[in-house]
T-cell receptor
Framework: GDSVTQMEGPVTLSEEAFLTINCTYT??????LFWYVQYPGEGLQLLLK?????DKGSNKGFEATYRKETTSFHLEKGSVQVSDSAVYFC??????????FGPGTRLSVLP | NAGVTQTPKFQVLKTGQSMTLQCAQD?????MYWYRQDPGMGLRLIYY???????DKGEVPNGYNVSRLNKREFSLRLESAAPSQTSVYFC???????????FGAGSRLTVL
């Protein structure tokens, strides 16, 4: 079946550091790819998405590019802030019905 | 503009007790989902409902039942709670073809 693998962390960075969270996937079809973010005490919310190969999703300074040849969707941000501290989930969806999530990566940003 | 509303937010049960987690969405979404979140395991799908009147098992359905009461509401029932069901439960919904999930704030359940 479909699956998502991501670095589990925790990841600890200083403010203004560069962030990369790796995500790779296995899927039989051509899934859409997502990054969701979960702030403390809250539910998950969509951060960005990409629906086809070479698409770049972006939001709030975060970016991720759908790489079909390496089955990857790595999350990057050039300069993290304390307010970015959260858990980040990579996910995929086939046909918009079934969603598969990675284990989540906890990010802590220190001032 | 409530989105997805889950109740209760917190619950403590004793082994063998039963309870129902309630979920309602006001976005006219067709599909609804129940996930559980455990440390290091991400989100695992318990049950989902593609439309009113239909439900299907997900990855971890054992020990749970669901009811899609109408288009808005999707409840999750634990008939005889076990400590292994201690978790945070999330309800989510999506519109057909939208390909994006909207989540509730979660329900933290502890089974002693």
């Amino acid at each position: 079946g479909d699956s998502v693998t991501q670095m589990e962390g925790p990841v600890t960075l200083s403010e203004e550091a560069f962030l990369t969270i790796n995500c790779t996937y296995t899927a039989t079809g051509y899934p859409s790819l997502f990054w969701y973010v979960q702030y403390p005490g809250e539910g998950l919310q969509l951060l960005l998405k990409a629906t086809k190969a070479d698409d770049k999703g972006s939001n709030k300074g975060f970016e991720a590019t759908y790489r079909k040849e390496t089955t990857s969707f790595h999350l990057e941000k050039g300069s993290v802030q304390v307010s970015d501290s959260a858990v980040y989930f990579c996910a995929l969806s086939d046909y918009g019905q079934n969603f598969v999530f990675g284990p989540g990566t906890r990010l802590s940003v220190l001032p | 503009n409530a989105g997805v509303t889950q109740t209760p937010k917190f619950q403590v049960l004793k082994t063998g007790q039963s309870m129902t987690l309630q979920c309602a969405q006001d976005m006219n979404h067709n599909s609804m989902y129940w996930y559980r979140q455990d440390p290091g395991m991400g989100l695992r799908l318990i049950y989902y409902s593609a439309s009113e009147g239909t439900t299907d098992k997900g990855e971890v359905p054992n020990g749970y039942n669901v009811s899609r009461l109408n288009k808005r509401e999707f409840s999750l029932r634990l008939e005889s709670a076990a400590p292994s069901q201690t978790s945070v439960y999330f309800c989510a919904s999506t519109r057909s073809g939208a390909n994006v999930l909207t989540f509730g704030a979660g329900s933290r359940l502890t089974v002693l």
